[in-house]
């Protein structure tokens, strides 16, 4: 299995809603990412966790709060967002986070609307 | 802190022709590594090429290759040979330490049939 998975694909949210984004990978990688993309523009690295550990926090707003449950699952939970948070959500994960030239392996995001 | 250009946000091809995206970068470290990322409409970002800077030979997989100029600071990629699936946004980006992925802006590839 060479595939992370995201749930939901899409999401609509309110400013006052709670809501988790979920990531999942069975490749037995031990660091997972999650990103922001905005239209047209690249992703920008939000969280990293290594070995269950938060390792990267990219002074992301403390509205957004990541979660490592195992080493297979990402979490990434959601609360009073604002309208400029509407986003593609990206999640990745790859093999050892401590070794510069490892491949990031992707999900197919959850495309957020804050409304 | 890594930076990476890439100067050109739209470029079209002919099928079957061969395109050259650009990219440069800048990094204060001495041993780094540089991705291109294909990312389709609406379909999961993929890793085309990997190049490590250390090593002077240019990375090749299949139809894609890169031009690595270490001095210039210069990692270009070349697709020969273009297919319609070549479609998609291409994203240069540099790794900084051994997890944070910086990428360039992106340059939206068309293929014309």
């Known amino acids: 299995d060479t595939e992370v998975t995201q749930t939901p694909k899409h999401l609509v949210m309110g400013m006052t809603n709670k809501k988790s984004l979920k990531c999942e990978q069975h490749m037995g990688h031990r660091a997972m990412y999650w990103y922001k993309q905005k239209a047209k523009k690249p992703p920008e690295l939000m969280f990293v966790?290594?070995?269950?550990?938060?390792?990267i926090n990219e002074s992301v707003p403390s509205r957004f709060s990541p979660e490592c449950p195992n080493s297979s699952l990402l979490n990434l939970h959601l609360h009073a967002l604002q309208p400029e948070d509407s986003a593609l959500y990206l999640c990745a994960s790859s093999q050892d986070g401590g070794l510069a030239g490892d491949e990031q392996f992707f999900g197919p995001g959850t495309r957020l609307t804050v409304l | 802190a890594q930076t990476v250009t890439q100067s050109q946000p739209e470029m079209s091809v002919q099928e079957a022709e061969t395109v050259t995206l650009s990219c440069t970068y800048d990094?204060?470290?001495?041993?780094?590594?540089l991705f291109w990322y294909k990312q389709p409409p609406s379909r999961q970002m993929i890793l085309v090429i990997r190049q490590e800077a250390y090593k002077q030979q240019n990375a090749t997989e299949n139809r894609f290759s890169v031009n690595f100029q270490k001095a210039a600071k210069s990692f270009s990629l070349k697709i020969s040979d273009s297919q319609l699936g070549d479609a998609a946004m291409y994203f240069c980006a540099c790794i900084q330490g051994a997890q944070k992925l910086v990428f360039g802006q992106g340059t939206r590839l068309t293929i014309n049939p």
């Open positions: 966790y290594s070995y269950e550990k938060l390792s």
């Open positions: 990094t204060s470290e001495s041993d780094y590594y």
